[in-house]
Protein backbone atom coordinates (compact mmCIF):
# COMPACT_ATOMS: atom_id res chain seq x y z
CA UNK A 1 0.00 0.00 0.00
CA UNK A 2 0.61 3.64 -0.29
CA UNK A 3 3.15 4.97 2.60
CA UNK A 4 5.38 7.60 3.71
CA UNK A 5 8.99 7.19 5.29
CA UNK A 6 10.75 9.99 6.92
CA UNK A 7 14.43 10.74 8.75
CA UNK A 8 14.27 10.28 12.40
CA UNK A 9 14.84 13.14 14.27
CA UNK A 10 15.30 15.10 16.41
CA UNK A 11 17.33 17.37 14.14
CA UNK A 12 19.31 19.77 16.15
CA UNK A 13 20.68 22.56 13.98
CA UNK A 14 22.59 25.92 14.93
CA UNK A 15 20.69 29.17 13.61
CA UNK A 16 21.54 29.49 9.65
CA UNK A 17 22.86 26.08 9.25
CA UNK A 18 21.25 24.30 6.00
CA UNK A 19 18.60 21.95 6.89
CA UNK A 20 17.37 18.95 4.86
CA UNK A 21 14.62 16.07 5.83
CA UNK A 22 14.49 13.61 4.16
CA UNK A 23 11.55 12.14 2.69
CA UNK A 24 10.71 8.73 0.20
CA UNK A 25 7.42 7.55 -0.45
CA UNK A 26 5.32 4.65 -1.77
CA UNK A 27 2.65 4.58 -4.26
CA UNK A 28 1.23 3.56 -7.01
CA UNK A 29 0.73 6.44 -9.57
CA UNK A 30 2.17 9.31 -8.95
CA UNK A 31 0.64 11.33 -5.57
CA UNK A 32 0.73 15.10 -5.02
CA UNK A 33 3.22 15.71 -2.09
CA UNK A 34 3.54 17.58 0.52
CA UNK A 35 4.85 18.70 3.64
CA UNK A 36 3.05 20.32 6.95
CA UNK A 37 4.42 21.82 9.43
CA UNK A 38 3.20 21.45 13.55
CA UNK A 39 4.10 24.25 15.84
CA UNK A 40 4.42 23.02 19.75
CA UNK A 41 0.59 22.91 20.97
CA UNK A 42 -0.85 23.61 17.55
CA UNK A 43 -2.61 21.97 14.51
CA UNK A 44 -0.80 21.17 10.98
CA UNK A 45 0.04 23.97 8.92
CA UNK A 46 0.61 23.24 4.76
CA UNK A 47 3.79 24.79 4.05
CA UNK A 48 4.43 23.33 0.55
CA UNK A 49 3.07 21.02 -2.00
CA UNK A 50 3.95 19.47 -5.76
CA UNK A 51 1.73 17.94 -7.54
CA UNK A 52 3.59 16.26 -10.52
CA UNK A 53 6.91 15.07 -11.35
CA UNK A 54 10.12 17.68 -11.47
CA UNK A 55 7.96 20.29 -9.51
CA UNK A 56 9.23 22.38 -6.63
CA UNK A 57 7.20 23.45 -4.11
CA UNK A 58 8.61 26.29 -1.93
CA UNK A 59 7.39 28.36 0.82
CA UNK A 60 9.05 30.83 3.76
CA UNK A 61 12.75 29.66 2.12
CA UNK A 62 11.61 25.94 2.06
CA UNK A 63 12.02 24.11 -0.89
CA UNK A 64 11.25 20.52 -1.99
CA UNK A 65 11.53 18.81 -5.69
CA UNK A 66 9.00 15.48 -6.42
CA UNK A 67 11.71 13.42 -7.74
CA UNK A 68 9.93 10.44 -9.38
CA UNK A 69 13.01 8.50 -10.40
CA UNK A 70 14.18 8.30 -6.49
CA UNK A 71 10.39 8.73 -5.38
CA UNK A 72 11.67 11.28 -2.82
CA UNK A 73 10.69 15.14 -1.59
CA UNK A 74 13.30 16.03 0.64
CA UNK A 75 12.67 18.85 2.35
CA UNK A 76 15.57 22.04 2.77
CA UNK A 77 16.18 25.30 3.91
CA UNK A 78 19.31 27.31 3.29
CA UNK A 79 19.19 29.35 6.25
CA UNK A 80 17.29 28.14 9.39
CA UNK A 81 15.80 30.46 12.09
CA UNK A 82 14.83 29.56 15.79
CA UNK A 83 11.53 30.29 14.96
CA UNK A 84 11.73 27.15 12.02
CA UNK A 85 11.84 25.00 15.48
CA UNK A 86 9.22 22.39 14.78
CA UNK A 87 8.00 19.02 13.64
CA UNK A 88 7.58 18.45 10.32
CA UNK A 89 5.52 16.15 8.18
CA UNK A 90 6.03 14.88 4.70
CA UNK A 91 2.53 13.65 3.21
CA UNK A 92 1.13 11.98 0.00
CA UNK A 93 -2.63 12.24 -1.52
CA UNK A 94 -3.87 9.10 -1.50
CA UNK A 95 -6.38 9.36 -4.81
CA UNK A 96 -8.20 6.32 -4.27
CA UNK A 97 -9.21 6.35 -1.01
CA UNK A 98 -9.72 10.21 -0.12
CA UNK A 99 -7.08 10.58 2.26
CA UNK A 100 -3.15 12.02 2.98
CA UNK A 101 -1.00 9.34 4.03
CA UNK A 102 1.46 10.77 6.52
CA UNK A 103 4.86 10.20 7.63
CA UNK A 104 5.70 9.51 11.25
CA UNK A 105 7.30 13.15 11.53
CA UNK A 106 10.80 14.91 12.33
CA UNK A 107 11.37 17.13 14.68
CA UNK A 108 13.58 20.30 14.40
CA UNK A 109 15.35 22.22 17.01
CA UNK A 110 17.11 24.82 15.82
CA UNK A 111 19.59 26.60 18.97
CA UNK A 112 21.22 30.79 18.61
CA UNK B 1 -11.48 34.42 5.64
CA UNK B 2 -11.85 32.11 8.37
CA UNK B 3 -9.77 29.53 8.98
CA UNK B 4 -10.85 25.74 10.17
CA UNK B 5 -11.82 25.61 14.18
CA UNK B 6 -12.92 23.10 16.54
CA UNK B 7 -14.16 22.86 19.42
CA UNK B 8 -13.56 21.98 22.57
CA UNK B 9 -9.57 22.34 22.55
CA UNK B 10 -9.20 19.94 25.49
CA UNK B 11 -11.21 17.62 26.79
CA UNK B 12 -10.57 14.33 29.50
CA UNK B 13 -13.08 11.92 29.23
CA UNK B 14 -13.32 8.29 30.93
CA UNK B 15 -13.29 4.93 29.52
CA UNK B 16 -16.69 3.84 28.45
CA UNK B 17 -18.20 7.52 27.99
CA UNK B 18 -18.69 8.74 24.84
CA UNK B 19 -17.47 12.18 23.37
CA UNK B 20 -18.49 14.58 20.33
CA UNK B 21 -15.94 16.77 18.91
CA UNK B 22 -16.53 19.56 16.13
CA UNK B 23 -15.16 21.05 13.73
CA UNK B 24 -16.48 24.25 10.87
CA UNK B 25 -14.72 24.11 8.08
CA UNK B 26 -13.23 27.28 6.27
CA UNK B 27 -15.25 29.59 4.25
CA UNK B 28 -16.16 28.14 0.88
CA UNK B 29 -15.30 24.76 1.62
CA UNK B 30 -17.30 21.98 1.24
CA UNK B 31 -15.49 18.77 2.52
CA UNK B 32 -14.26 17.80 5.92
CA UNK B 33 -11.74 15.28 7.08
CA UNK B 34 -11.02 14.08 10.22
CA UNK B 35 -7.61 12.43 11.75
CA UNK B 36 -6.25 11.24 14.47
CA UNK B 37 -2.81 11.92 16.19
CA UNK B 38 -1.43 9.88 18.80
CA UNK B 39 1.61 11.34 20.22
CA UNK B 40 5.13 11.26 18.57
CA UNK B 41 3.05 9.58 15.22
CA UNK B 42 1.79 11.11 12.04
CA UNK B 43 -2.14 11.49 11.58
CA UNK B 44 -4.68 9.01 10.66
CA UNK B 45 -7.04 9.09 8.71
CA UNK B 46 -10.84 8.16 9.96
CA UNK B 47 -13.03 9.45 7.24
CA UNK B 48 -13.78 12.33 5.37
CA UNK B 49 -17.35 14.07 4.18
CA UNK B 50 -18.43 15.72 1.24
CA UNK B 51 -22.05 17.37 1.17
CA UNK B 52 -23.42 15.28 3.97
CA UNK B 53 -22.16 11.94 3.05
CA UNK B 54 -19.30 9.85 4.28
CA UNK B 55 -16.73 9.74 1.53
CA UNK B 56 -13.82 7.23 2.42
CA UNK B 57 -13.09 5.49 5.55
CA UNK B 58 -9.91 4.92 7.48
CA UNK B 59 -9.49 1.78 9.15
CA UNK B 60 -11.39 2.81 12.07
CA UNK B 61 -13.94 0.79 14.34
CA UNK B 62 -17.68 1.27 13.94
CA UNK B 63 -17.64 3.79 17.32
CA UNK B 64 -15.98 6.12 15.57
CA UNK B 65 -19.00 8.11 13.53
CA UNK B 66 -19.26 11.28 12.02
CA UNK B 67 -21.35 13.95 10.38
CA UNK B 68 -21.62 16.42 8.60
CA UNK B 69 -24.45 19.27 8.46
CA UNK B 70 -25.51 21.45 5.20
CA UNK B 71 -23.26 24.39 6.62
CA UNK B 72 -20.48 21.79 5.48
CA UNK B 73 -19.66 22.03 9.44
CA UNK B 74 -19.27 18.62 10.81
CA UNK B 75 -18.48 16.26 14.35
CA UNK B 76 -17.16 13.53 15.22
CA UNK B 77 -18.35 11.19 17.87
CA UNK B 78 -16.32 8.03 19.34
CA UNK B 79 -18.80 5.86 21.47
CA UNK B 80 -17.14 3.58 24.17
CA UNK B 81 -13.83 5.49 24.70
CA UNK B 82 -10.87 3.14 25.03
CA UNK B 83 -7.70 4.75 26.82
CA UNK B 84 -5.81 4.25 22.88
CA UNK B 85 -8.39 6.98 21.69
CA UNK B 86 -5.90 9.47 23.70
CA UNK B 87 -4.99 11.87 20.86
CA UNK B 88 -4.76 14.88 19.21
CA UNK B 89 -8.38 14.96 16.59
CA UNK B 90 -7.85 17.40 13.77
CA UNK B 91 -10.17 18.83 11.54
CA UNK B 92 -9.24 19.83 7.88
CA UNK B 93 -11.53 20.89 4.59
CA UNK B 94 -10.83 21.34 1.33
CA UNK B 95 -12.33 23.41 -1.23
CA UNK B 96 -14.57 20.43 -3.02
CA UNK B 97 -14.27 17.03 -3.46
CA UNK B 98 -12.14 17.27 -6.30
CA UNK B 99 -9.44 19.14 -5.03
CA UNK B 100 -9.43 17.27 -1.51
CA UNK B 101 -6.30 16.96 -1.64
CA UNK B 102 -5.09 20.09 -0.45
CA UNK B 103 -6.61 19.85 3.09
CA UNK B 104 -6.19 22.86 5.31
CA UNK B 105 -6.47 21.83 9.07
CA UNK B 106 -7.75 23.28 12.83
CA UNK B 107 -5.51 23.12 15.89
CA UNK B 108 -7.05 20.12 16.82
CA UNK B 109 -9.26 18.95 20.01
CA UNK B 110 -6.66 17.09 22.58
CA UNK B 111 -8.73 14.13 24.22
CA UNK B 112 -7.31 12.20 27.21
CA UNK B 113 -9.25 9.07 27.94
CA UNK B 114 -8.67 8.11 31.85
Known amino acids: GNSVTQMEGPVTLSEEAFLTINCTYT??????LFWYVQYPGEGLQLLLK?????DKGSNKGFEATYRKETTSFHLEKGSVQVSDSAVYFCALFSGGYNKLIFGAGTRLAVHP | ETGVTQSPTHLIKTRGQQVTLRCSSQSGHNTVSWYQQALGQGPQFIFQ???????GRGNFPPRFSGLQFPNYSSELNVNALELDDSALYLC?????????????FGPGTRLLVL
Open chain 1, 50 to 54: ATKAD
Open chain 2, 49 to 55: YYREEEN
Open chain 1, 27 to 32: ATGYPS
Open chain 2, 92 to 104: ASSVDRGQQETQY
